[in-house]
């Protein structure tokens, strides 16, 4: 069954550092997004990205973050100088359907401490 | 967006006893996405339900959304240990971003 992979599972960084995650969308599927959670809160929305282009972003996904899709496969996300509160979950999704709600596949995130 | 309010916060269920969450928004809802989370892992999709009334099953878990489309729920039956994990519901804004809910920790007693 396709699913959505991300890498790495784990990234523990200093702050001010960069740091990107990168995600592998489901290949078929043409909407891309981008979730966190930190430890112990809700699952966020961050950004979503249909046509190479961003469609919606949070209140979140201020300058210190863009997000990119680099070639065919891959889509990710860079926070330009992470700060403590960036240390989350952070989770990529894909899905098919343009225009309608459609099921929202996510990976199994990678978790970003910065120290 | 969306503020989802899931309940109960947390439940155990005896195997083999059902069990049921509920998740309630104050909007109409678009789309309704049924979530499972092991902690610290990723999300596993359920289902999703788009129409009133609707309802849908898939092996031992049952969701509905009602009428109104603002009220969901999500029922196990006869609950087994790989039952056990953090049930997320999340909604659609109709801009296709999710917001979700706070999360439903079940744990499955032997």
């Known amino acids: 069954e396709p699913e959505v992979t991300q890498t790495p599972s784990h990234q523990v960084t200093q702050m001010g550092q960069e740091v990107i995650l990168r995600c592998v969308p489901i290949?078929?599927?043409?909407?891309f997004y981008w979730y966190r959670q930190i430890l112990g809160q809700k699952v966020e929305f961050l950004v979503s990205f249909y046509n190479n282009e961003i469609s919606e972003k949070s209140e979140i996904f201020d300058d210190q973050f863009s997000v990119e899709r680099p070639d065919g496969s891959n889509f990710t996300l860079k926070i330009r100088s992470t700060k403590l509160e960036d240390s989350a979950m952070y989770f990529c999704?894909?899905?098919?359907?343009?225009?309608?709600?459609?099921?929202?596949?996510f990976g199994p995130g990678t978790r970003l401490t910065v120290t | 967006s969306q503020e989802l309010e899931q309940s109960p916060q947390s439940l155990i269920v005896q195997e083999g006893k059902n069990l049921t969450i509920n998740c309630t928004s104050s909007k109409t809802l678009y789309g309704l996405y049924w979530y499972k989370q092991k902690y610290g892992e990723g999300l596993i999709f359920l289902m999703m339900?788009?129409?009133?009334?609707e309802e849908k099953s898939h092996e031992k878990i049952t969701a509905k959304l009602d009428e109104k489309k603002q009220q969901s729920s999500l029922h196990i039956t006869a609950s087994q240990p790989s039952h056990a994990g953090i049930y997320l519901c999340g909604a659609d804004d109709g801009d296709y971003k999710l917001s979700f809910g706070a999360g439903t920790t079940v744990t499955v007693r032997a």
């Open positions: 290949s078929n599927h043409l909407y």
């Open positions: 999704a894909s899905s098919e359907e343009t225009g309608v709600p459609d099921e929202q596949y």
């Open positions: 339900l788009q129409k009133g009334g």
